[in-house]
Structure formats: structure tokens, C-alpha cells
């Protein structure tokens, strides 16, 4: 008994991948978004039986797909094994619930796929509540009349994971339960927010950009440090930052979780606290699979959410990564478009390493734009300001002031590090002019 358990436990999910093709999308469109959804499906540990495609002028309401073609899946279903299906949109409740009752299979729309694959990759306690608060969401938006088919089909693809105990609950529990997670996650971002500000002493620099785009890559190659990197979708959910040195001064770069197409606009904003490392970056690289054949679509994916997080005007450096893979007179047609449309751009591989020092040399000139020549009159006693200006500033001259026992510097600084320097003086010089008083 206790054996049998086990083997159905581990067990692989057998689904079938299902389509529809509207009418006004292209074939090549269709089938590339339908590769996506195979990785997906790949990457959450299923195993994909077949992929079954219906053209229709737009999906059929009751089922999504038409009455015929669902008798048509539930017949090759059962001799395949299937228990899953797997669609490559959003289902509503009562397309899930027909569907499933005539099928018999489980029903997992695009978006449940990919929570189930945060809810296997969350590894950190605050990625881990985030997909919480994720599935969450989405189930309350989906609840309604689910009771049924819940409770017939149980565990698969979007009932794992932290969520699953709470599915069965009614709306008024998620609510509840919705505003504890918040409550949990402000606190781990109010611990994430000082240590932040801690670091906000340096310039940083976040990667950001589509799912396995090569971000993972290019911070190990930057920062030669370990990083899971894999030919996976959402491989990163966690954001790791470490200090890198530039030709000119320390600055810290960020790798944060890939971005993908038609996420429903709340999810996003339960990893707020995740994004918050890119809300707060200097500069961002945003890193492009131009191997891609609709690199247009995950670059303007990725600028939608930047969008939705207020953050599309900040100074964004466009890096067009896996050029290992791409050649030939229809590349290089392209990469002048590209370099047409994004002046700054620059191209490599993370994998090679070839172009990577053209992106060091963009970072520098780009941290170089943003400085500002200061004279700065530090007290001598604040010597570890000094000590830490020679580390993270240009010292273009210094001498010291007898009279005034100060330390008189030029400095050539970054425009983020500069009001905290001058507060700090200037802090200095109020407490010992109140100390004097007294
Ligand atoms: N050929 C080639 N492959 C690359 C290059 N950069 C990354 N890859 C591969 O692309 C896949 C994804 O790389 P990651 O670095 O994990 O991508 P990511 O953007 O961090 O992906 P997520 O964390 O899933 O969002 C891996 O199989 C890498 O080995 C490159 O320059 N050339
Ligand atoms: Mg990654």
C-alpha cells in the first residue's frame, strides 16, 4: 500500500499540450508561442504526450476549444495515459470546470503552469510566500464554482505547492489569508528595504529581461561567482546581488527573476518586493535572447512590466546576448536595425564571452556620464570618509587645510553617492557646533 503511494507520488504527469489558432495569428506566431508553452510544461516536470491544435475565429466560450475536438482529446486521452491537460491561454472557471467534466483530466490554463513553476523554484522564504500570495490571487479570481471540480481531481500542476492547502477554502478565508501573506511580506521587505538602504551607497546595476534570456549567465561571467543557471524557464526567482569593480569604482549588480509574455497584471505585483532591487537600480541591463525569432515581442513583454512598475524611464542599457548562435547576412541586417532602434546597445555572448568587454567599457562610460565634479571640505576626524571616498570616488586633488583642520578634495562622484557624502558633513558640523554650544 505504503509502496504503491510512493510510485503514484512520483510518478510524471502525462499531458497533452492544447492550442487554439485565431484567426488573424500567423502560423509561425502560433507554433513558436505553443514551443514556449512545451517548455514550460517541460521545465514544471511534465511530460507532454502531444500537442493538439484547433483554428477557430476565436476561442468557443463553453470550452474553449469546439464540442468535437474535446470529444476528440478525451478519446486519445485515455489510451495515452493523459491526466492533464494543458492550455496555452487563460481558461475562465467555467471553461475549466466543462472541460474537465467531459475530458475527465485535470485542466491547467498558461498562468497556473507557470505558478506551479515558481512554486517549485521558490527557494527563500520571501520568494516562497510571493508565489503563495500569487496563487492566491489568481484562485480568488477563479474560485467561483470550482468546488466541484476541485474536489474530484486533487494534487497535479496548480494545486502544488504552497497554495494547495488553502484551494479548498472559502473566498473569505483567501481574503483573510491574502492580507496575512502581504502583512509577512512587508515585514521581509522592510528588513530588505534597510539593508538596501545600507547598500545604497554604491551605484547598482540590475539585470533584467525576458525568461532565459542569459541573465543568470551574464551576472556569473561578471561577477565569477556560482549562479543555477539552466535551459529552463524561471530558473531564477530569487534576486542575488554582489559587488563588482568597474575601471573607476565599486558598484553592485543585481540578478533578478525573467519576465514572460501575457502574465495576468497581478502577479507582478506579488513580487514587488523582489522587483524592488530593480526599482532601485541606477541602471539596468536588459538582457535579449537575439537568437530569438520574436525578440520584439520579449523585449516589449519585458518593457510592459517595466511600464507597470513605473520604471520605463530609467537609463536602460539594451544587451543582446547569445550572438554564439546567430550569423550570417540576415543577422547582420538585423543587428543594424537593432543598433538603429537602440543606439546603445550592445551585442555578446555570456556564454563565449565574446563582447563583454565593449559592455564593460558602455558601463564605465555610462557610470562616467552620471558624475559630478564636487570640492568637498571634510573635518579631518571623519578619516573614514576620506578612506572611503579613495575607494568609491575619483580624488582628482586633495590638500590639507592647517586652519580649518580639514581635508580640502576635488572629487569626481557618482551623482547617487554625493547627497549622502554632504549630509554627512554636514551632520558632522551640526553636531559639533550643538556640542560646542552646550
Ligand atoms: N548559446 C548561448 N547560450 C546561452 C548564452 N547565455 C545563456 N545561454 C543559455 O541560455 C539558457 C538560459 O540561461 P540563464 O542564464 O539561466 O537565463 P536567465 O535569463 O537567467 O533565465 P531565468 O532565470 O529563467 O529567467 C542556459 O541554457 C544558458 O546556458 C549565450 O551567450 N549563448
Ligand atoms: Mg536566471
Redo the contacts with the bound molecule.
Keep these: 500500500m505504503k509502496r504503491s503511494i510512493i510510485i503514484e507520488k512520483f510518478k510524471q504527469e502525462r499531458a497533452f499540450l492544447v492550442g487554439v489558432q485565431i484567426a488573424q495569428e500567423t502560423d509561425s506566431h502560433f507554433q513558436e508561442y505553443m514551443q514556449e508553452l512545451h517548455q514550460l510544461a517541460n521545465t514544471a516536470g511534465v511530460k507532454v504526450m502531444d500537442t493538439i491544435v484547433q483554428r477557430l475565429d476565436k476561442p468557443k466560450t463553453a470550452t474553449y476549444v469546439g464540442s468535437g475536438k474535446l470529444q476528440q482529446i478525451k478519446n486519445k486521452a485515455r489510451p495515452k495515459k493523459v491526466n492533464t491537460l494543458i492550455f496555452n491561454n487563460n481558461l475562465s472557471p467555467s471553461q475549466q470546470r466543462n472541460i474537465s467534466d467531459v475530458s475527465g483530466c485535470n485542466v491547467v490554463d498558461r498562468t497556473e503552469l507557470i505558478l506551479d513553476i515558481f512554486a517549485k523554484h521558490a527557494r527563500t522564504k520571501q520568494a516562497k510566500l510571493q508565489v503563495e500570495l500569487a496563487q492566491l490571487e489568481y484562485s480568488y479570481t477563479k474560485l467561483k464554482n470550482r468546488w466541484k471540480h476541485l474536489s474530484r481531481i486533487q494534487g497535479g500542476i496548480g494545486f502544488r505547492g504552497p497554495g494547495e492547502t488553502q484551494i479548498e477554502v472559502d473566498r473569505r478565508e483567501i481574503q483573510k489569508k491574502t492580507t496575512l501573506l502581504k502583512k509577512k511580506l512587508e515585514n521581509i521587505e522592510n528588513i530588505t528595504a534597510n539593508k538596501r538602504k545600507q547598500r545604497q551607497k554604491l551605484t547598482s546595476i540590475s539585470l533584467v529581461g525576458y525568461?532565459n534570456a542569459g541573465?543568470?549567465t551574464l551576472?556569473k561571467k561578471l561577477t565569477q561567482q556560482k549562479?543555477?543557471?539552466a535551459d529552463k524557464l524561471f530558473?531564477?526567482l530569487d534576486s542575488k546581488t554582489r559587488a563588482i569593480s568597474t575601471s573607476s569604482e565599486k558598484v553592485l549588480l543585481t540578478?533578478t527573476?525573467?519576465f514572460i509574455r501575457n502574465l495576468p497584471h497581478r502577479l507582478v505585483s506579488s513580487f514587488h518586493a523582489t522587483l524592488l532591487d530593480v526599482l532601485d537600480a541606477d541602471l539596468l541591463l536588459h538582457v535579449v535572447d537575439v537568437s530569438h525569432p520574436y525578440l520584439a515581442e520579449m523585449i516589449e513583454a519585458v518593457e510592459k512590466v517595466l511600464q507597470e512598475l513605473q520604471i520605463g524611464d530609467k537609463n536602460i542599457l539594451m544587451v543582446f546576448n547569445k550572438c554564439d548562435l546567430v550569423g550570417g547576412k540576415h543577422f547582420k541586417f538585423q543587428k543594424k536595425e537593432l543598433k538603429t532602434k537602440y543606439p546603445d546597445s550592445v551585442f555578446i555572448s555570456a556564454r563565449s564571452g565574446q563582447g563583454l568587454e565593449q559592455l564593460q567599457q558602455k558601463i564605465d562610460y555610462f557610470l562616467e556620464k552620471h558624475k559630478l565634479f564636487r570640492e568637498l571640505d571634510i573635518p579631518i576626524q571623519m578619516q573614514s570618509l576620506i578612506n572611503f571616498l579613495h575607494e568609491h570616488a575619483e580624488v582628482i586633488s586633495e590638500k590639507y587645510d592647517s586652519e580649518a583642520n580639514s581635508m580640502k578634495m576635488k572629487v569626481k562622484i557618482s551623482r547617487q553617492l554625493f547627497p549622502n557624502i554632504k549630509n554627512q558633513i554636514e551632520n558632522f558640523r551640526l553636531m559639533k557646533y550643538i556640542n560646542k554650544e552646550e
Design positions: 525568461t541573465k543568470s551576472f549562479r543555477y543557471v530558473a531564477t540578478d527573476i525573467g
